[in-house]
Nanobody
Framework: QVQLVESGGGLVQAGGSLRLSCAASGRTFAMGWFRQAPGKEREFVAA????????NYADSVKGRFTISRDNAKNTVYLQMNTLKPEDTAVYYC?????????????????WGQGTQVTVSS
């Protein structure tokens, strides 16, 4: 069983930055970050391959967010810069049993509990 624990969410003003962390127990996988705003479906944000060589981003966050990982610490990060009010959501870390990153919710096997990110205007 894999457990994922997110941290680093909070309240920030528009234009500010936050860094989310996701600590994983057990073996490492390809990892992703998703988010869900109230009344909306969960959506893809970023994903990274098992060894970090491939990274995917949603168009809405390209150039502002960076996903990275430290396999020695079994931790994945999401650096979020130039935050906008529309980035407000609960952010979820996810892991899939494979090396390749994926943009799709259905292809992830394990999920964290989520961390709230609120961006004020």
């Amino acid at each position: 069983q894999v457990q994922l624990v997110e941290s680093g969410g909070g309240l920030v003003q528009a234009g500010g930055s936050l860094r989310l962390s996701c600590a994983a127990s057990g073996r490492t996988f390809a990892m992703g970050w998703f988010r869900q705003a109230p009344g909306k479906e969960r959506e893809f944000v970023a994903a990274i391959s098992l060894y970090g060589g491939r990274r995917n981003y949603a168009d809405s966050v390209k150039g502002r967010f960076t996903i990275s990982r430290d396999n020695a610490k079994n931790t994945v990060y999401l650096q979020m810069n130039t935050l906008k009010p529309e980035d407000t959501a609960v952010y979820y870390c996810a892991a899939r049993a494979g090396a390749d990153p994926s943009d799709y919710v259905r292809e992830y096997d394990y999920w964290g509990q989520g961390t709230q990110v609120t961006v004020s205007s």
